[in-house]
């Protein structure tokens, strides 16, 4: 049905939110402030930049020394912290052998595909949307209007895969159909055209 899939990259692809949790968690404790692992992984969950306002609004913090420090932890930790999700690799060299395409569209920076080439999908993936690519963010709809126009897509066969309500308004602020992924199967998104709660669920949708 789909011969475009386009992935976001965190809690999609890769369960990465740990990492960023504990990096923001040791971060806020270097400025005497401390908030629990569960409510730092909700900030997050919305976006970083949701997070680091919160944080820098509620308890007046030097935004410029909490990023650097919060950008520190998360350069030190080894790549492999960041895990793929069960069946990960699997779909995404299934669909790069059916001759349809990937592409990897997040507001992270290009240390993402460093993390697929470590576990060796990067040449599945045919284009790369980054923050560097300086497209403006989600839900706006500007980079995956880019990618539809670059590979001639036609949108009835384009789907975005993500975790969160700003991955699905970017699809359908693009018109592009949109899938809402949520392993803990306790949240449904409203705009999405499909929910789902594992990777391996998508395979009736794509194929």
């Known amino acids: 049905m789909y011969k475009h899939i386009i992935w976001d990259f965190d809690g999609t692809l890769f369960n990465s939110y740990p990492l960023y949790t504990e990096a923001l968690k040791n971060s806020l404790e270097l400025q005497g402030i401390k908030d629990s692992y569960e409510n730092i992984l909700t900030f997050l969950m919305v976006s970083e930049s949701h997070a ?12 410029q020394l909490l990023k650097t420090k919060y950008d520190e932890y998360r350069k030190e930790a080894k790549i ?8 990960v690799i699997e779909i995404c060299k299934d669909i790069y052998l ?35 690519k300086g497209f403006k963010r989600k839900p706006d709809p500007e980079a995956l209007l880019y990618l539809a126009d670059k590979h001639t897509i036609i949108k ?10 700003i ?14 992924i949520d392993p803990t199967g306790l949240q449904n998104c409203e705009y ?13 949708i794509i194929f």
Request: glycine share 4%; charged share 30%.
């Open 52 to 63: 680091m306002d919160y944080y820098v609004t509620n308890y007046h913090l030097d935004r």
């Open 80 to 87: 492999d912290i960041i895990k793929p999700f069960p069946n």
């Open 98 to 132: 059916s001759n349809k395409k990937n592409y990897l569209y997040t507001n992270k920076g290009e240390s993402s595909t460093d993390v697929l080439k470590h576990y060796n999908i990067f040449e599945y993936f045919c284009d790369f949307i980054t923050r560097e």
């Open 156 to 165: 009835k066969q384009a789907i975005m895969i993500g975790d969160r309500d």
């Open 167 to 180: 991955d699905i308004l970017s699809a359908k602020n693009a018109g592009i159909k949109s899938c809402f």
């Open 192 to 204: 999405a055209d499909y929910n789902i709660q594992s990777i391996k669920q998508l395979k009736d």
